[in-house]
């Protein structure tokens, strides 16, 4: 059963403290998004990759946010210093691109709570 | 920029027909998907359509594309309690990166 898996589930941490957002990507799948989903904004894009490279992390706050791919079965999320703004359900997407569609597959998110 | 819009809620009577509207901006969007969010959990992929499509029918949902406009909708046949969820558009834009909307509650009434 192939699917996007987001560890850990639930995070709470204080205000300050480094976060570290883990996901694995469906086998075979050569994009990964990162989303962020709050009551305020919706569901806002903040960093996606192809083939482990960076195509665009615009919607990223940069001094605070980083987001990286060490190999092919590994996405990291990391926030350093948190911030109680940053509360908020973290999304991992997988898709392949092929034939010009790119379909999302998400994980289940993690929540994380700053206070 | 890419940007998606779609009205944050909508309720129907159980067994009616729902229809989910959503406007974007990118012409050069080459497919538009719907998505659907029960709660605590992430989004599963309900259907797509392609950009040279006026119109994708699979079982109970249809999507219908007015690329001139840039309207797309999402009509539910037949609403069931089980179809309460927040429903999600989204575009892939000619960047190839996805861009949501901020979701449609749809709650059904008895």
């Known amino acids: 059963d192939a699917r996007v898996t987001q560890t850990p589930r639930h995070k709470v941490t204080e205000m300050g403290q480094e976060v570290t957002m883990r996901c694995q990507p469906i086998l075979g799948h050569n994009t990964v998004f990162w989303y962020r989903q709050t009551m305020m904004q919706g569901l806002e894009l903040l960093a996606y990759?192809?083939?482990?490279?960076?195509?665009?992390d615009s919607g990223m706050p940069k001094d605070r946010f980083s987001a990286e791919m060490p190999d092919a079965t590994l996405a990291t999320l990391k926030i350093q210093p948190s911030e109680p703004r940053d509360s908020a359900v973290y999304f991992c997407?997988?898709?392949?691109?092929?034939?010009?569609?790119?379909?999302?597959?998400f994980g289940q998110g993690t929540r994380l709570t700053v206070v | 920029g890419e940007d998606v819009e779609q009205s944050l809620f909508l309720s129907v009577r159980e067994g009616d027909s729902s229809v989910i509207n959503c406007t974007y901006t990118d012409s050069s969007s080459t497919y538009l998907y719907w998505y659907k969010q029960e709660p605590g959990a992430g989004l599963q992929l309900l259907t797509y359509i392609f950009s040279n499509m006026d119109m994708k029918q699979d079982q109970r949902l249809t999507v219908l594309l007015n690329k001139k406009d840039k309207h797309l909708s999402l009509r539910i046949a037949d609403t069931q309690t089980g179809d309460s969820a927040i429903y999600f558009c989204?575009?892939?834009?000619?960047?190839?990166?996805?861009?949501f909307g901020s979701g449609t509650r749809l709650s059904i009434r008895p």
């Open positions: 990759f192809r083939n482990r490279a960076p195509l665009d």
């Open positions: 989204a575009e892939r834009s000619s960047a190839s990166k996805i861009i």
């Open positions: 997407a997988s898709g392949s691109h092929t034939g010009g569609r790119t379909e999302a597959f």
